[in-house]
C-alpha cells in the first residue's frame, strides 16, 4: 500500500548557492507530485519536507542521498511522520 506520508530531511554538505532547491523541487514534482517545500537553513543545511505516497517519497530521499545533485551531500537525516496537508505544490523557500 502507497499510503501518504511526510518526510522531512536534513540535508547536510555543500547544499546551498548551488541550485540544490531548485533541483530538489524538480525531482519532486517528477517523483509524483509530491507537495512541500525546500528551505536553506542558517547552520548551511537544506530542510526538505515532502508529502505524498510513501514510495515517492521513498524515492526522493534516495536521490537526495545518491542522486546527481548539485553541489554535494555529506549526509542526509530523515523523519517519517503522518501527512498533514496544507502545501499548494511544492515550494523553494
Do not use: K, S
Amino acid at each position: 500500500m502507497n499510503e501518504n506520508v511526510r518526510l522531512t530531511a536534513w540535508v547536510r554538505g555543500r547544499v546551498q548557492g548551488v541550485g540544490f532547491r531548485w533541483w530538489t523541487r524538480a525531482t519532486a514534482l517528477e517523483t509524483g507530485g509530491l507537495t512541500g517545500y525546500a528551505g536553506n537553513l542558517a547552520d548551511g543545511r537544506v530542510q526538505v519536507v515532502a508529502e505524498g505516497g510513501r514510495e515517492d517519497c521513498e524515492a526522493l530521499l534516495e536521490w537526495l542521498r545518491h542522486g546527481d545533485t548539485p553541489g554535494r551531500v555529506d549526509g542526509v537525516t530523515e523523519i517519517w511522520g503522518v501527512a498533514r496537508g496544507g502545501y499548494q505544490g511544492f515550494e523553494i523557500r
